[in-house]
């Protein structure tokens, strides 16, 4: 039987030199099996450019101008995270390549690649569906994609004082919040930002979000588990009169006049795992999770 003409796009990190080895790798395997690959634009730049590799490529894009098969991430989570912003509403699935530190979305070591390419073209998968949020405005708009897979953060600037961040939920006012900042998260993005600032590990397709404020400035304050139907509508008072707004770590600069709202967004990444990996033994290998030091 001849094997499935499969097609990629590809992804990468384009400020990780030195593992090029995992890179050829990846593409040393897809040219084997014959697969159609495309990539992204910079990172094919880099690869053929920066690292004179020889790349046979079917093309390359820019922006979300890709359709194909799947979609490999080459870098940690934040090139994963980048990558599923592109892929938006798309729903193609993404595997990632883990080729940064924790990696807890790109959660396939160098050692693995093969096994792990290889499994796609045995149908020797799963897809998990994580759920995304997006960020709607009032009297501003913002230039960035308003869609969050991890989280998104309202944050005082780096020179200001704290803000005062109203927040209400289906229009019933919760709290106004004196801090630093507020994330609200997805479960994926629960052990990320938001774990960081107190925030409770929440499993996948939990159907919930998290509010956690950052460094609030009272004691009674704590990270609230919501509903993921809910609409978070938020407005802040500064000092300085503006704050910032941080969608997956990607900032922009907001007036204080803009009112905020965020909800699940109608689309979900699709995620490939193997059917070995078990989202608890991920945290306990790669988070040390219940880790005895002593």
């Given at each position: 039987?001849?094997?499935?003409k499969?097609?990629?796009?590809?992804?990468g990190?384009?400020?990780?030199?030195?593992?090029?080895?995992?890179?050829?790798?990846?593409l040393?395997?897809?040219?084997?099996?014959?697969?159609?690959?495309?990539f992204?634009r910079?990172f094919?730049h880099?690869l053929?450019e920066?690292l004179?590799?020889?790349v046979?490529?079917?093309?390359v894009?820019?922006d979300?101008n890709?359709?194909?098969?799947f979609?490999?991430?080459?870098?940690?989570d934040?090139?994963?995270?980048?990558?599923a912003?592109?892929?938006g509403?798309?729903?193609?699935?993404?595997?990632?390549?883990?080729?940064?530190?924790?990696?807890?979305?790109?959660d396939v070591?160098?050692?693995?690649i093969?096994?792990s390419?290889?499994?796609?073209y045995?149908?020797d998968?799963?897809v998990?569906?994580h759920?995304?949020?997006?960020?709607?405005?009032e009297?501003?708009k913002l230039?960035?994609?308003?869609?969050?897979?991890?989280?998104?953060?309202?944050?005082k600037?780096?020179?200001?004082?704290?803000?005062?961040?109203?927040?209400?939920?289906?229009?019933?006012?919760?709290?106004?919040y004196q801090?630093?900042g507020?994330?609200?998260?997805?479960?994926?993005?629960?052990?990320a930002?938001?774990l960081?600032?107190?925030?409770?590990i929440i499993?996948?397709?939990?159907?919930?979000?998290?509010?956690?404020?950052v460094?609030?400035h009272?004691?009674?304050?704590?990270?609230?588990?919501l509903?993921d139907?809910?609409?978070?509508?938020?407005?802040?008072?500064?000092?300085?009169?503006?704050?910032?707004?941080?969608i997956?770590?990607?900032?922009?600069?907001?007036?204080?006049?803009?009112?905020?709202y965020?909800?699940?967004?109608?689309f979900?990444?699709?995620i490939?795992?193997?059917?070995?990996?078990?989202?608890?033994?991920t945290?306990?290998?790669?988070?040390m999770w219940?880790?005895d030091?002593?």
């Open positions: 039987m001849l094997p499935k499969l097609k990629f796009a590809i992804f990190n384009i400020y990780q030199a030195k593992k090029s080895v995992s890179i050829q790798k990846v040393s395997f897809l040219s084997e099996k014959k697969a159609e690959v495309y992204d910079e094919h880099f053929t920066d004179h590799l020889d046979a490529a079917n093309g894009f820019d979300d890709f359709d194909v098969d979609v490999i991430s080459m870098g940690g934040g090139t994963f995270l980048k990558a912003n592109r892929v509403a798309k729903g193609f699935p993404i595997v990632g390549i883990n080729m940064g530190r924790l990696g807890f979305l790109a070591g160098p050692a693995e093969e096994q390419l290889s499994a796609i045995r149908d998968y799963k998990e569906e759920a995304v949020i997006m960020l709607e405005t009297g501003g230039e960035g994609s308003p869609y969050a897979l991890n989280d998104i953060a309202v944050l600037r780096d020179n200001a004082s704290m803000i005062s961040i109203r927040t209400n939920i289906d229009g019933e006012h919760l709290v106004t801090a630093d507020l994330i609200v998260s997805t479960p994926t993005g629960s052990t930002y938001s960081s600032n107190g925030g409770p499993a996948p397709n939990s159907g919930v979000l998290c509010l956690s404020p460094a609030p009272s004691l009674n304050i704590r990270p609230i588990v509903p139907d809910v609409t978070v509508r938020v407005t802040v008072e500064s000092r300085n009169h503006n704050f910032l707004v941080a997956d770590g990607r900032s922009e600069k907001c007036s204080e006049d803009i009112v905020l965020v909800h699940k967004a109608p979900k990444v699709r490939i795992k193997r059917h070995c990996q078990r989202y608890f033994h945290l306990r290998e790669k988070m219940g880790a030091t002593r």
